[in-house]
């Protein structure tokens, strides 16, 4: 790598001052008697002249300069780097940009929570802690741990962060790095489909426009994001079918999970809903859109707030929010009692009821596994195996229970 240029500054008339590189032989003043630059790239990427006294000062500090620059990318010290014990180690800083780098295909959403994730390792690791080798210790993943504890997350998003970083690991050349620590216990809960009951309810307090947007959501079981990226163009009325796709949504990043198009089959009073929609919609692309004609992306809270007015909530969460605005944003605790924020109610649940709706009226499981978009018939076998009480059985287990 090619040693820095030292440089002298010297005032030209009419210009300003101007660095200039020192060169053998005759001098001018200004090169004679200091200050001496060196011109370096900075942690943002950017160029700064850095000023030394002495012409043996900045000539070292140019010698040293290509060397820092190079340890800085990889997110280590000049130590590190110039020690040939260290020739063959990969750096944690380098296993994240290639391990990313990997990935850059992958579903948006995904990529920008595992550059999250690696964000905050990176800027939180263990002090002296520079080498994939010796993150993958005991000592050291344990100590993230409760760095993680006490940033306030539940066990549940501990677990996600530390999963990210066993993958990290898994892709380096580690085995079986889950099992180099014990992570707290996540208690699983299944997703509870809503009864016939509590959707009349729901539905009978929603506006004509909310009341298409959730029975879309019941009708297809699709998720929150293939529904806010619906567009006009996946729609075919006719056959009442929708399609879940990617084609033509690069300008907002979407992609279906797994990146496999689907189609989902509407019912005849949702494709008729839709066709009405359609006469007076406020997008000539999007199906539902917010105030702005964007696509909506306020779905779970204008949801909950659904879920209040129909009188639903528990009662019983309480939930930290923010509020104010600017510098007098503050955190408060607020009820569900009170609050359209009740943790009971969320869009998963309708996707959950879709599903479970198809089961009960005859539907096979693989026909709901393509509907749904799962990869594999097992998973759809455990997200329904909490399907609704069955009243029919519920008859028959009085009836054991009398015998």
Known sequence: MAIQTVYYRQKIAGTGWRYRPLTVGRRPEAAKSGPYFIRVRNGAGKYQWVKHDTEQAAAKAATVAPVARQAQELGLTVDDLTNEANANRISIKAAVESYLQDRRFGRPRSIAAYENAFDQLLANLP????????LATPRVLNSYVEFLREQGYSNKTLSNRMGFIFSLLKANSVEKPSKLIKLP????????????????????????????????FVRTGCREQEVQYATWKDLDLKGLRFTVSGDGKSDVEFLPKNHEERQVPLTTELGA???????????????FTNEDGTPEGHFLRKFKSIAKRAGLNCG???????????????????????????EEHYLHR???????????????????????GHKSLEVT????????HDPEEQKKLDRAGKS
Request: proline residues 2%; glycine residues 4%; aromatic residues 10%.
């Open 273 to 287: 809903l839709l066709a009405d929609h359609k006469k007076h919609a406020a997008s000539d692309r999007w199906l």
């Open 350 to 372: 309708l996707r959950k009821t879709a599903a479970t709706n198809w089961l009960r009226s005859g539907f096979d499981l693989m026909k709901i596994k393509n509907w749904l």
């Open 127 to 134: 002090k002296g802690v520079r080498f994939i080798d010796q």
């Open 381 to 388: 076998q455990i997200y329904l195996d909490s399907e609704m």
């Open 316 to 342: 019983q969460c309480k939930v930290a929010i923010r509020e104010g605005r600017y510098d007098n944003r503050h955190k408060v605790e607020v009820t569900c009692g009170r609050r359209p924020v009740c």
């Open 185 to 216: 216990k996540v208690q699983r809960t299944r997703t509870k489909a809503y009864n016939s009951d509590e959707l009349s309810k729901l539905f009978a307090a929603m506006t004509p426009e909310e009341y298409l947007r959730y029975l879309f």
